[in-house]
Antibody, heavy 122, light 107 residues
Framework: QVQLQESGPGLVKPSETLSLTCTVS??????????WTWIRQPPGKGLEWIGYIYYTGSTNYIPSLKSRVTISMATSKTQFSLRLSSVTAADTAVYYC??????????????WGRGTLVTVSS | SYELTQPPSVSVSPGQTASITCSGDKLGDKYISWYQQKPGQSPVLVIFKDNKRPSGIPERISGSNSGNTATLTISGTQAMDEADYYC??????????FGGGTKVTVL
């Protein structure tokens, strides 16, 4: 049974870089079937898609964050990462990693991690 | 950019039917997915490709999509259905887009 687990610092200072890792247990990010995705949710607000990476290394990001976001795969084949630079308080959110299916055109997320809260504060 | 609009809240009595709408331009030409999120938990996929249920999702949860509106229907609503529900679609210009979410309250 495949599971996703986010990890990383829970507190990041303004203007610094947020870095999170998603570990895929029971599976591999190089399977060629799925799109490995980051989604965030500010406290009390809705879901916002950040971007995804395919096993080929191709990526797609939400336009509003594109200049600050990098999603990459680790050499371990069971992890992928999110980096978000120049963070502000507006980036405070629960960050989820998720598995995307039938991307593009259909694009749904059938498996989610438990999420990790990242607070941007000095 | 493409937008999906949901009502902020829907109230339903136990045993009755709850309908949650999601509106967008020519939404019927796209595939819609729906997610259920209970407080403090991750979202769970309940409908994909407009009306398909993942394994483990009860038959009383169904979906439809036509014209500019998609609808998630919960029949025989139970207390356990109280949650936030989000619609989601793919758009060629925006990629993945989520609706703002609807809080379903079972009175």
């Amino acid at each position: 049974q495949v599971q996703l687990q986010e990890s990383g610092p829970g507190l990041v200072k303004p203007s610094e870089t947020l870095s999170l890792t998603c570990t895929v247990s029971g599976g591999s990010v190089t399977s060629g079937t799925y799109y490995w995705t980051w989604i965030r949710q500010p406290p009390g607000k809705g879901l916002e898609w950040i971007g995804y990476i395919y096993y080929t290394g191709s990526t797609n990001y939400i336009p509003s964050l594109k200049s600050r976001v990098t999603i990459s795969m680790a050499t371990s084949k069971t992890q992928f990462s999110l980096r978000l630079s120049s963070v502000t308080a507006a980036d405070t959110a629960v960050y989820y990693c998720a598995r995307g299916v039938d991307v593009p055109m259909v694009a749904y997320f059938d498996l989610w991690g438990r999420g990790t809260l990242v607070t941007v504060s000095s | 950019s493409y937008e999906l609009t949901q009502p902020p809240s829907v109230s339903v009595s136990p045993g009755q039917t709850a309908s949650i709408t999601c509106s967008g331009d020519k939404l019927g030409d796209k595939y819609i997915s729906w997610y259920q999120q209970k407080p403090g938990q991750s979202p769970v996929l309940v409908i994909f490709k407009d009306n398909k249920r993942p394994s483990g999702i009860p038959e009383r949860i169904s979906g439809s999509n036509s014209g500019n509106t998609a609808t998630l229907t919960i029949s025989g609503t139970q207390a356990m259905d109280e949650a936030d529900y989000y619609c989601q679609a793919w758009d060629s210009s925006t990629a993945v887009v989520f609706g703002g979410g609807t809080k379903v309250t079972v009175l």
